[in-house]
């Protein structure tokens, strides 16, 4: 039977859950009990049933909509004629089709979270590199391990997640990963730090001598602090 095609188990969830709570609060002793309760858990098995309904009807039309968009005719696409920046392009734009495919697969919203955080990052680091080809070796770890192992760990998570039991082994690997990636969005934010301290370094080379050449031509430090606060809110 296909994913779509199965029926929603949340209602019974919840039914059972229903039944539970009741027998612990309520006696049971008589026909008479149970009347009202098989009531509350038909009218609580449609309301939920419906729901699952609606959000499993959304989610197929959402994966028609997908699909349809694939299908179309690929353009080819322009080249910038330097084959590492069409590359990086290329990586870039499967990596976040990739991350947003496992966003909408996974349903944990912390996890839907850090992926937004980690495509974000993401998308941010290649478009700097992009932007400046000398600086792709400072990425080659990034590239060639992390990134990868980031995906593969999503993946992993997203799999074991759609199959609707919850053993040792898928709970505690899905645990793994949760608690790994709080470490993976700081080292993501950390990696785009790292491409802007060349940055960095020159606006300061550049502050010090400015500020060197405006006292060697008689500037007071009051006068050099005005500059600064004018410019400020400029």
């Known amino acids: 039977m296909s994913r779509n095609n199965r029926k929603p188990v949340s209602p019974i969830y919840a039914v059972a859950i229903l039944w539970l709570c009741w027998a612990l609060l309520l006696p049971l002793f008589a026909l ?61 734009d499967l990596t976040i089709s990739e991350l947003r495919r496992l966003n909408y697969n996974i349903e944990n919203e912390k996890i839907s979270a850090q992926i937004d955080d980690i495509e974000a990052t993401t998308s941010k680091i290649f478009d700097h590199v992009i932007a400046h080809p000398d600086k792709v070796s400072q990425i080659s770890k990034f590239l060639n391990y992390y990134l990868p192992t980031t995906m593969k760990l999503l993946n992993t998570y997203d799999r074991m997640g759609s ?15 949760e608690d790994t990636l709080d470490m993976v969005v700081n080292a993501f934010h950390k990696q785009l730090d790292t491409l802007f301290a060349g940055e960095a370094l020159d606006v300061s080379a550049d502050i010090a001598v400015m500020e060197n050449l405006m006292k060697t031509e008689g500037l007071a430090e009051d006068e050099i602090s005005q500059i600064k606060l004018t410019l400020s809110q400029e």
Do not use: C, F, W
């Open 163 to 177: 199959q609707g039991v919850a053993g040792a082994n898928i709970s505690g690997t899905m645990q793994k990963v």
């Open 32 to 92: 008479l009990h149970y009347l009202p309760l098989i009531i509350a858990a038909a009218i609580l098995y449609n309301i939920v049933n419906n729901m699952a309904k609606t959000k499993a009807e959304n989610k197929a039309r959402t994966e028609e909509q997908i699909k349809q968009t694939a299908e179309k005719p690929v353009q080819e696409k322009k080249t910038t004629g330097n084959e590492q920046v069409d590359k990086l392009i290329k990586d870039r």
